[in-house]
């Protein structure tokens, strides 16, 4: 079992900064390829960025290719989201999940993200 717990959300103006943190709990935690989501009002949960187990291997959806940097750290067993250049377009509930690559299992409870204009 894996429980997460996301904090680093709230209130930025545009072109801002924020960085997510995930805690996990659970001895798989460093076997797990982490991720992290998001869902809009209205919208469907997108895939936003993950990493491998190892830390080798990332992923990130287009939107935030060159803004948003995914990292882990196995000894604090956590995963961070470091979003930079922030657009009213990524006002969302953030969500960190872990899992088999592309295969989340677990998610924490979620993190609001506001970006004012």
């Known amino acids: 079992q894996v429980q997460l717990v996301e904090s680093g959300g709230g209130l930025v103006q545009a072109g801002g900064s924020l960085r997510l943190s995930c805690v996990a709990s659970?001895?798989?935690?460093?076997?797990?390829?982490m991720g992290w989501f998001r869902q809009a009002p209205g919208k469907e949960r997108e895939y936003v960025a993950g990493v491998s187990w190892s830390g080798g291997s990332t992923y990130y959806v287009d939107s935030v290719k060159g803004r948003f940097t995914i990292s882990r750290d196995v000894a604090k067993n956590t995963v961070y989201l470091q979003m930079n250049s922030l657009k009213p377009e990524d006002t969302a509930v953030y969500y960190c999940?872990?899992?088999?690559?592309?295969?989340?299992?677990?998610w924490g409870q979620g993190t609001q993200v506001t970006v004012s204009s």
């Open positions: 659970g001895s798989t935690f460093a076997s797990y390829a």
């Open positions: 999940a872990a899992g088999p690559w592309g295969d989340y299992g677990y």
